[in-house]
């Protein structure tokens, strides 16, 4: 089995590429070892001494190190080792009954700006989470009040210093171009 490493814009993250689907549906996302106990990979990484953060995407798993001066020299041969020896074993990515996080839940919104939610949802969906998965992570939708967007950042754009760039003059613009009444995005 060959295991492709990128970097992210994250440098705390980096994204690995077993070649294969880690998830069909949905994504998940573990920030603390408890999270983690709903998939036996993710509970693997989190026995890597160093690892702090462990997000699934449908072909990707993109992997934080902590931030106690952790080394990705150290980090990144052991966090191959164990999505190897785990895809290599066969067990099931998610644990029975622990699968992925369904995409609409949480959110919040008037029903009079369904319109507008289902446009923001579209855009998303198209044109924003295609190239934000390219680096590893994911952006949901989380609801929308007052010509504000709220998003949740996910994976390597959770804490990555360039993610608020993202946000502010991608994201932002993209949705003001096709909505006008859209005043900002934030990140939730």
């Known amino acids: 089995m060959f295991i492709q490493t990128e970097a992210t814009p994250n440098p705390a993250t980096l994204k690995f590429l077993p070649g294969r689907v880690v998830l069909a549906e949905a994504t998940f996302e573990a920030r603390d070892a408890e999270a983690a106990a709903r998939s036996p990979l993710a509970a693997a990484l989190f026995a890597v001494p160093g690892v702090s953060g462990v997000y699934f995407g449908h072909d990707f798993i993109s992997v934080t190190k902590a931030e106690d001066g952790s080394d990705w020299a150290q980090v990144k041969p052991a966090v191959l080792g164990a999505i190897m020896e785990h895809f290599q074993s066969g067990a099931p990515v998610m644990a029975e009954g622990g699968h992925g996080e369904i995409e609409a839940g949480d959110e919040f919104y008037d029903e009079a700006d369904h319109d507008t939610v289902v446009t923001i949802k579209d855009l998303l ?5 295609p190239a934000v998965a ?7 939708f989380r609801g929308y009040k007052e010509g504000v ?4 950042m996910k994976g390597a754009c959770s804490g990555c210093p360039s993610s608020t760039a993202t946000l502010r003059h ?3 613009n993209l949705f003001r171009h096709f909505l006008p009444e859209i005043r900002e995005v934030q990140a939730i």
Request: net charge negative.
């Open 125 to 129: 969906e198209t044109r924003v989470r």
């Open 149 to 152: 967007v709220y998003l949740e």
């Open 170 to 172: 991608g994201v932002q």
């Open 134 to 140: 390219g680096d590893g992570g994911d952006i949901t």
